[in-house]
């Protein structure tokens, strides 16, 4: 039975994470087969600042999900995210050639949309479809075998600029690795965290990632808006270690762990009062109801930090929410000077590696008046247990952009791969996601 291999390789500003998929016809799902997460080095806020080191932590990353999956991989789907990326919606417009609308009609009009004005120091990643029109009738998903004489398109352009493209291109090839396409995380988050549901409603979807949190807005089954903001779970550890006077590392562990330890503690408050006579319960509540709350404070003994064996709920809390309303707020004013609104009707979906964080989904809830929720990814089968969490959403989305990326899925054609440059092959891929559509 043909395969074909799929490599992913999603570099962040805290981890690099390469996810190795197979892809068997007739099978629906791609299979897992190789996975591996390393600590980033050389990425500051979704940008590589230092070739050598971000060159070495993908390698090290490729290395590993190599062994794992048994096989050598030569080219890879890759992710970009930073404050650079910025998006713009554009509608094209042609006279049809024949009566019926053509797959040609359709590319060129996909053409004409992309004939806006954009900097030199700026390269497009993607051109996505929103919908078309024949003869001023929207809403139309699948223009092609229409009759028509006039078509019209409205795409989203999402564009990034040249040098951290470039920069991130050269790490991968130093590795020996080609380019199959290089992907906006949060574009590729929404592809393995969202439902249609959720995306036909209107949906804010949100990836806080280490260094940077990526938006991604939709309305009405369509992609409207993509940019990002420079803030991240990284800035959160960084007030906790501020906030707390501790190092990085100590605050790293106690922001990883806090959901774990109060729950630990929690539950062993609860032991404790149960296994308490009634009448022994009835005066320490009385005797509580006169002082301060006594049980605030919270064992952190067995993250062995030096000098810190307690913690104050309260104060972490604190700590942590603030940091969190702000970014929410930062997030709220980047969109709206956009002339679009982050609170849709399905509400908010948070997703990335911070998006574990105590309570985060409340303070989202609070911030954009609007419900929200943890996006975790799906979409893959095999060996997903260690891949499962928000953290990987990007990655496995990754995988899933890939899957309707080329004409012949089972030949492995990469789009990149020829001129080793994201965009190469980017007429293709508006094509293949024109066919993608039929049925």
């Not at 006039?150 to 991130?168: K, M």
């Not at 301060?292 to 104050?312: C, R, V």
Request: glycine share 10%.
């Amino acid at each position: 039975m043909a395969k074909r291999i799929i490599t992913a390789l999603d570099v962040g500003s805290s981890k690099v994470c390469t996810i190795i998929a197979a892809v068997s016809e007739g099978n629906e799902k791609p299979q897992v087969i190789g996975v591996y997460s390393h600590p980033s080095a050389g990425v500051k806020k979704g940008v590589i600042v230092n070739i050598d080191e971000a060159t070495n932590a993908i390698a090290e990353s490729l290395a590993a999900a190599e062994r794992m999956a048994g096989i050598t991989v030569s080219s890879v789907y890759a992710s970009i995210g930073g404050k650079h990326i910025t998006s713009i919606n554009s509608r094209g417009v042609v006279a049809v050639s024949q009566e019926e609308i053509s797959e040609d009609d359709t590319f060129r009009a996909i053409e004409n949309a992309r004939t806006i004005s954009i900097p030199p120091s700026r390269e497009i990643l993607h051109i996505i479809p929103r919908e078309f029109l024949v003869d001023s009738e929207g809403g139309i998903k699948d223009p092609i075998g229409m009759s028509g004489s006039r078509l019209e398109v409205d795409t989203h352009i999402i564009s990034a600029t040249t040098t951290a493209l470039q920069n991130l291109v050269k790490c991968i090839q130093n590795c020996g690795l080609a380019v199959d396409d290089i992907v906006f995380n949060g574009w590729a988050s929404s592809q393995s965290v969202l439902t249609d549901t959720e995306k036909e409603l209107g949906v804010t979807l949100l990836d806080i990632g280490g260094g940077t949190t990526s938006i991604s807005i939709f309305q009405e089954g369509a992609i409207t808006y993509s940019g990002c903001v420079p803030l991240g779970g990284l800035n959160v550890t960084s007030d906790l270690a501020i906030g707390l006077q501790i190092s990085l590392e100590d605050a790293e562990k106690i922001k990883v762990n806090f959901q774990k330890l109060l729950q630990s503690s929690e539950s062993r408050e609860k032991h404790e009062d149960l296994d308490k006579p009634a009448l022994e319960r009835r005066k320490e509540e009385n005797k509580e109801e006169e002082k301060p709350d006594n049980k605030d404070e919270m064992n952190i003994a067995s993250l062995g930090i030096k000098d810190q064996e307690t913690l104050s709920k309260t104060t972490y809390k604190q700590i942590v929410e603030a940091r969190l309303e702000e970014i929410f707020e930062m997030i709220s004013n980047q969109v709206s000077q956009a002339g679009f609104d982050v609170s849709m009707p399905a509400g908010v979906v948070v997703t990335g590696g911070s998006a574990d964080l105590y309570e985060l989904t409340k303070v989202a809830q609070k911030s954009f008046g609007v419900p929200s929720r943890v996006g975790n990814p799906t979409g893959l089968a095999g060996m997903v247990e260690e891949i499962s969490s928000p953290a990987y959403a990007s990655a496995q989305g990754l995988i899933r952009h890939a899957m309707v990326e080329d004409v012949d899925i089972m030949q492995g054609g990469g789009g990149g791969k020829e001129g080793g440059f994201p965009g190469s092959g980017l007429l293709n891929n508006i094509v293949n996601w024109v066919k993608s559509l039929l049925p």
